[in-house]
Structures are given as structure tokens and as C-alpha cells.
């Protein structure tokens, strides 16, 4: 079962709205189903890019470890499911298919900061690092020069 989410949520300001909404239209809720039941024909297709499938594997195995490793007593595939505030409300296996909820996710996971979080307070610790997180090139692509070279 795939549900359009065209309902702006009850904590979404009024001024934000419409915009929202808009946004949401075009998104899918993703309603979860058992993966031991056989394919059917009725099954909803989903279409990604290899980066955004990349983005959900990611995510999963990240929320999956998390969870073992702080001995977290919730289901990650819950968590995957679950409306979020760090998503405006949305589920992670939809919202995090783009880059900047991904983030916001591996923030949240990385730093060990709850299930969920306002999004300005993560926001706020992604813009702190905005350059090396996602200003398009990573720390650890740029060009490494011997001490030597360093006048």
C-alpha cells in the first residue's frame, strides 16, 4: 500500500504550509511490508538511483548498528518507518533518499543524539561544518602535501 502524504502535520507552521504540502504531494508514504511475504502483482514499484538506494543501505545498516551497539531498545526498521521531526515529519526510508535529510540522519546516528531531533539543532551542527559535510568535497578528497611542502 503506497499513500500520497498531502496532509501538512499539525506541527508545521502556518506560514510553511503551503510550501510543505506542495513539497509533499509528489512524495510517497512507504507503508512497510513483510519482506517473508511472496512478491505480488499489486506490489508497489519504487524507482531510485543508485545513489539514493546507496543512501537507504546506508542509512539501514547505520540505524542497525547504532542500535546493537548502545544496546537501544527500539526495532531499526521501526525507526526507518517511523514520521521523524528530523525529516519534517517524514519516514527515513522516504526522506532520506536525498542528500541533506541523509545527513541529518548520520548526524543524529553518528553523534549518538537520540531517535529524534528538531531539525534546527542538527541543521545547526551540519552548518558549523557546512564546507567539509556538504559543500561538495570532502576532507578526505582533497590532496594530502608532505609536511616538506608546507613552507
Request: hydrophobic share 40%; proline share 7%.
Amino acid at each position: 500500500m503506497v499513500q500520497l502524504c498531502d496532509a501538512p502535520s499539525a506541527t508545521t507552521p502556518a506560514s510553511n504550509q503551503t510550501t510543505t504540502t506542495a513539497k509533499r504531494s509528489a512524495e510517497l508514504e512507504v507503508a512497510y511490508l513483510d519482506p517473508l511475504d511472496p512478491d505480488l502483482p499489486s506490489d508497489p514499484q519504487v524507482t531510485l538511483s543508485h545513489r539514493q538506494l546507496g543512501r537507504l543501505m546506508f542509512i539501514a545498516a547505520d540505524t542497525g548498528a547504532r542500535f546493537e551497539r548502545e544496546d537501544v531498545d527500539a526495532d531499526p526498521v521501526g525507526w526507518l518507518f517511523a514520521p521523524r521531526n528530523l525529516f519534517d515529519d517524514r519516514q527515513a526510508v522516504v526522506a532520506c533518499q536525498q542528500r541533506e535529510p541523509f545527513v541529518r540522519a548520520m548526524v543524529l546516528h553518528g553523534l549518538s543524539l537520540g531517535l529524534d531531533a528538531d531539525l534546527g539543532v542538527i541543521d545547526g551542527l551540519i552548518e558549523d561544518d557546512r564546507y567539509r559535510v556538504l559543500g561538495g568535497v570532502a576532507e578526505r578528497d582533497l590532496p594530502v602535501r608532505p609536511l616538506s611542502a608546507i613552507g
